[in-house]
């Protein structure tokens, strides 16, 4: 099984960004998901998290994420000291940030600057669903797109769909120099989670 976890807060649509992940994965034959929220004060700025468990037969562990095999922060802030407790052995952490950090296991993206180009604002959820399709089998730029259709009000699309778009192949071109270097380790954590010949989707609280 495949999870990620998810940091954000109110108003950044990490919910959605878990949700359209799950989507995505769940869309090929053999592939479940499961997406769901775990909010702390409901209130816009205070800090939630959002879990996607993606995997080739159906998934009955409804429990919050401990360890994932990736870990999302769209707001660097909420990147503490004590990260590494939530990461897999294998893990990568995806943070919205326009530095890079000293750490193999720490992948900066310039999420806001990538959506506020697109949008006219800093929204940075669908970067990382761009993001996490260039990084893992998981998911495809064909698939992450098709949740954005299928699961975004119309008018969101176009806009949604290009910032996926210049995520991918941003996140891929540095992959591609990071990860495939000679003595580097996979950039795509654990094993393949599509398998099989049936399809399950699980999402709760669209929100």
């Known amino acids: 099984m495949k999870e990620v ?7 950044q649509g990490a919910f959605t960004a878990a949700r359209l992940l799950g989507a995505a994965a769940s869309s090929a034959e053999g592939a ?22 993606m995997d080739h037969a159906p998934i009955g562990d ?5 360890k994932a095999d990736y870990v999302v922060y769209l707001d660097e802030t909420l990147l503490g000291h004590l990260w590494t407790e939530e990461l897999k052995p294998t893990g990568l952490v995806l943070v919205n940030s326009a530095k890079d950090f ?24 669908t970067v990382f669903l761009g993001a996490i399709a ?11 797109i098709g ?6 009000p119309a008018k969101l699309h176009e806009r949604n769909e290009r910032i996926v778009n210049v995520a991918y192949r941003a996140v891929s071109e540095l992959a591609a ?3 495939h270097a000679p003595g ?23 929100a």
């Open 102 to 125: 000293d750490d193999a296991r720490i992948l900066s993206i310039d999420a806001n600057g990538i959506s506020a180009d697109i949008l006219g604002r800093p929204i940075p959820n």
């Open 184 to 206: 580097a380790e996979s950039m795509a954590p654990g094993d393949s989670c599509i398998a099989g010949a049936s399809r399950e989707t699980s999402m709760e609280r669209w």
């Open 32 to 53: 479940y998901a499961l997406a769901f929220p775990s909010f702390g004060p409901e209130r816009r700025g205070a800090p939630m998290r959002a879990f996607t468990k």
């Open 177 to 179: 120099t990071r990860f």
């Open 134 to 144: 260039a990084l893992d089998d998981c998911v495809t730029l064909e698939t992450a």
């Open 62 to 66: 409804r429990s919050a994420v401990r």
């Open 147 to 152: 949740a954005i259709r299928g699961y975004m």
């Open 5 to 11: 976890l998810w940091h954000g807060r109110g108003g």
